[in-house]
Nanobody, 126 residues
Framework: QVQLVESGGGLVQPGDSLRLSCVASGRSFDQHTMAWFRQTPGKERQFVAAISYSIDTTYYADSVKGRFTISRDNAKNTLYLQLNRLKPEDTAVYYC???????????????????WGQGTQVTVSS
């Protein structure tokens, strides 16, 4: 079984930066597209960014494009999300997840991803 553990969240001011990490256990990390989602109370989990298993393709939600950068280090089984120029609207619990089907990319639908990490809280407030 694959397990995902997120870290790096915290309380920051608007305009500040954070780097989130997600460490995956088990083998075959390099076969799966990985993604970050976020969720606030009363709303469904929403897509933030994804990176293909081959690393050469990335996808971003319009709301974070140009501010966030997704990356991965397959040798370390680790996924990252660099969050720059943070806004209060970015406040949410951030989750990492693996695309359930290996060797595919492009999905932005939560149902296509499993397993999920436990989440890490990002709060942006002045």
């Amino acid at each position: 079984q694959v397990q995902l553990v997120e870290s790096g969240g915290g309380l920051v001011q608007p305009g500040d930066s954070l780097r989130l990490s997600c460490v995956a256990s088990g083998r075959s990390f390099d076969q799966h597209t990985m993604a970050w989602f976020r969720q606030t109370p009363g709303k469904e989990r929403q897509f933030v960014a994804a990176i293909s298993y081959s690393i050469d393709t990335t996808y971003y939600a319009d709301s974070v494009k140009g501010r966030f950068t997704i990356s991965r280090d397959n040798a370390k089984n680790t996924l990252y999300l660099q969050l720059n120029r943070l806004k209060p609207e970015d406040t949410a619990v951030y989750y990492c997840a693996a695309c359930a089907t290996p060797y595919i990319s492009g999905s932005r639908t939560p149902r296509d991803f499993r397993p999920w990490g436990q989440g890490t809280q990002v709060t942006v407030s002045s």
